[in-house]
């Protein structure tokens, strides 16, 4: 088994080729290179969103393309218009969560000099998200659907949150304010997996307590992570 200090993957499910579709093109919004249309983007996010709720509520493979295509007031052909299959449903969903949610996330912590309040600034603010999105939750078990192209792109993504985090870590060790002891790596899978599984027990209906989970799980792992053993 290989040392997570040297891989070059971190956070998502591992993807399943038997499930997954095959890698496929862009979906086929235009076959020029004509700027697409505003208000075609926004019917495309619109249905993204609904199928999202759709895969929420009937998971994802009791939801299929008909169905979306009905709850969107479309035809089956129309649906197609926007995207070539489910899967490049669930890729731009799993995009359009990347770039609104977590890169800014991951932006605002990157310049931040102190370890210790870069990895508080992550943590908190990604937990945080997490509990404000119930579709996160499919996101994060569903990825093994995306195919390759997608799933790798994705992937980058989270791979970033995963350096940040590793990073900050090692940083603190070198300044003496976390034992020596703590293997970097395994520690920022930790923090990562402890944030991600939010979504499989937090009560949406009380989104008020978001921030006070959020808070709480910044402090168990930060306590921790800071306490240095006594000589």
């Known amino acids: ?30 076959a020029s290179a004509e700027p697409v249309p505003e208000a075609e983007l926004g019917r495309a996010d619109e249905i993204a969103r ?44 799993h995009k359009t969560g990347t770039e609104r949610n977590l890169l800014p996330i991951i932006e605002r912590a990157e310049p931040i000099a ?21 579709t996160a939750a499919v996101q994060i078990t569903e990825a093994r659907r995306l195919s390759r192209k997608h799933f790798r792109e994705i992937q980058d993504c989270w791979q970033r949150s995963y350096e940040l985090v590793r990073g900050a870590i090692a940083e603190l060790q070198q300044q003496g304010r976390c034992s020596k002891q703590v293997n970097p790596a395994f520690a920022a899978f930790a923090a990562l997996g402890s944030t991600s599984w939010i979504v499989h027990w937090f009560d949406y209906s009380r989104p008020m307590a978001g921030e006070e989970v959020a808070n709480t799980v910044v402090e168990i792992f930060i306590k921790g992570l800071l306490a240095v053993e006594q000589a």
């Open 50 to 93: 609904i199928a999202m709720q759709l895969f929420l509520e009937r998971g994802y493979d009791n939801t299929p393309m008909a169905l979306i295509a009905r709850a969107a007031g479309l035809t089956k052909a129309g649906l197609y218009h926007h995207f070539e299959s489910k899967e490049d449903i669930l890729y731009a969903v």
């Open 114 to 134: 102190d370890p210790e309040q870069r990895l508080r600034t992550f943590l908190f603010e990604h937990a945080r998200q997490l509990t404000r999105d119930p």
């Open 1 to 30: 088994m290989r040392s997570p200090e040297h891989s070059s993957r971190a956070s998502l499910p591992a993807r399943n080729d038997g499930d997954a579709a095959p890698p496929s093109p862009a979906p086929a919004r235009r």
